[in-house]
């Protein structure tokens, strides 16, 4: 206690900022994946001509919100560093959130347009919160292995807790009666939500910033446009973070459309609803672990890397196997023995990786920084749109998603360190505001880039196929980011600033 006024540990402050992605992650997996879009279409769009008009509507208010969001994101961003007001951003935005969320509960039967005006709020709400949430990840902790931890701590409990809450909102589902289930999952998730916001807005204080002196007739608006144009201009000073961020759009394009088409996918070639839900749910819960295996493998403190490398590199090649194997053995299986038949995979994994992953994958090891730890996560996602092209049974419908768990979290937490460490802290609004428009374009054009490989081809298959020109690509553009060079802009911005990171 310093002056009346509660001081928090460094810990406590990670804790709290890592807690918020607990928080809103409830509403990426009940609302946005799992819950809302299946009610949409069966329940608040039950009176539109065709179940396909409803899926136009709803896909129109998830453009609509989208690009929301990607033109707010880099003016907010600026704004928030010069009047130092992130905090203040991510309590509206998470608001605005919260509300829409919780007033889905008034959703019923034939109520489409409530639906979708109450949706857009709250996915503007949602994706607005989190450009600000994230341009304090560089406040809260150190440039480097620490950034890389935290993040990855974030993504392992967004998993962790909207996968409880998906789970029990399944509960709901099917215990409630009529369409109850569903509508209290949407006002669980807004309590989950507010609730668990409320560590980072009481612990993580509101960062220091580019100090701006605002001359007579001038105002914070005008003052943030015009920075947000000198930073535009003057790319070349910032060259290395920018080739970042087209590397980023690329990959991530084709990561978006993955977890985006997954479970339509599934249902194309045949594959059963409820296995499809459990299949989503069990990679909430199986990114938890990798997410953090992820986090570890750029950290040269970490002594169990060349096992947890080990581990990334046996599933890389065990799953795919045991899962064109098992669709050959297993003609109808049950979900009991899906799992039995994953977790021995794992188990084997486990044993090997031990046992051979020091004296294997040492040296290999030694060599991994954040850059290379991406890309070995790009690899395995080029594998897994090489074998989804050639999939074929619930079994590897079931190992392909235990596959995306793998990477999954792990490639998005680095991604966004790495980010954090191209970024000058004293700008962290005015960057991560345009790094949330290059997520939203990812969300925008990665679907209609597959849609169109579905309309040239006739089928899905090829579009899965063709995603692996994007990691490709991906991967070199990323190979040709001066890391060094990077680091060194964002920390002289940052001394002119008067900042030490």
């Known amino acids: 206690m310093v002056g009346g006024v509660k001081t928090f540990t460094k810990q406590q402050v990670i804790n709290a900022w890592c807690m918020y992605d607990w928080a809103n992650s409830a509403f990426a997996t009940t609302v946005m994946a799992a819950v809302l879009p299946i009610y949409y279409s069966q329940v608040a769009g039950s009176t539109l001509p065709s179940s396909s008009t409803a899926t136009a509507y709803w896909s129109l ?226 990114g938890i672990p990798f997410s953090l295996i992820f986090g570890r493998l750029p950290s040269k403190s970490e002594s169990r890397r060349p096992q947890y490398l080990a581990f990334i590199l046996y599933n890389l090649v065990a799953l795919p196997l045991t899962g064109m194997l098992g669709g050959r053995l297993l003609a109808d299986p049950s979900i009991g023995t899906i799992l039995g038949v994953i977790a021995a995979v794992e188990a084997v994994g486990v044993v090997l990786a031990l046992l051979l992953g020091r004296p294997l994958f040492s040296r290999l090891a030694d060599t991994l920084d954040t850059r290379r730890s991406i890309i070995l996560s790009l690899v395995v996602y080029a594998v897994i749109a090489v074998w989804g092209y050639f999939l074929n049974s619930v079994v590897e419908f079931w190992l392909l998603a235990w596959m995306v768990a793998v990477v999954q979290g792990g490639s998005q937490a680095l991604s966004r360190s790495l980010y954090a460490r191209l970024s000058p802290a004293a700008k962290s609004g005015e960057f991560f505001g345009l790094f949330g428009v290059m997520e939203k374009f990812s969300a925008i054009l990665g679907p209609l880039l597959f849609a169109a490989a579905v309309a040239l081809f006739g089928s899905s298959r090829p579009a899965i196929f063709s995603l692996i020109v994007f990691f490709i690509v991906g991967i070199l553009m990323l190979r040709s980011v001066n890391i060094e060079e990077g680091v060194r802009v964002a920390r002289e911005e940052d001394a002119l600033a008067g900042l030490s990171t």
């Open 61 to 286: 208010g998830l453009s609509l919100s989208l690009l929301v969001v990607a033109i707010l994101s880099p003016i907010l961003g600026t704004v928030s560093d010069v009047a130092r007001s992130k905090r203040k951003f991510l309590t509206i935005f998470a608001t605005a959130g919260i509300v829409g969320t919780g007033m889905l509960v008034l959703v019923g039967e034939g109520d489409w347009l409530l639906a979708s005006i109450l949706f857009v709020l709250a996915r503007i709400g949602f994706s607005g919160a989190n450009v600000f949430y994230d341009a304090l990840l560089p406040h809260v902790a150190s440039r480097g292995e620490e950034q890389d931890r935290v993040s990855a701590k974030g993504y392992a409990l967004g998993y962790l807790g909207g996968g409880l809450l998906l789970a029990v909102n399944a509960a709901m589902i099917f215990i409630l009666p009529g369409n109850w289930g569903s509508r209290f999952s949407f006002l669980s998730v807004a309590i989950w939500w507010a609730v668990f916001s409320i560590p980072i807005l009481r612990r993580v204080d509101e960062p220091p910033s580019a100090s701006v002196q605002l001359a007579p007739g001038e105002n914070v608006i005008s003052v943030s446009f015009q920075r947000l144009k000198e930073m535009l201009v003057d790319i070349r000073r910032y060259r290395e973070l920018f080739k970042y961020l087209v590397a980023y759009l690329i990959y991530n394009d084709a990561i978006g459309t993955i977890i985006g088409v997954a479970a339509i996918y599934g249902a194309e070639l045949g594959f059963d609803t409820v296995q499809l839900v459990l299949a989503l749910l069990l990679v909430q819960f199986a």
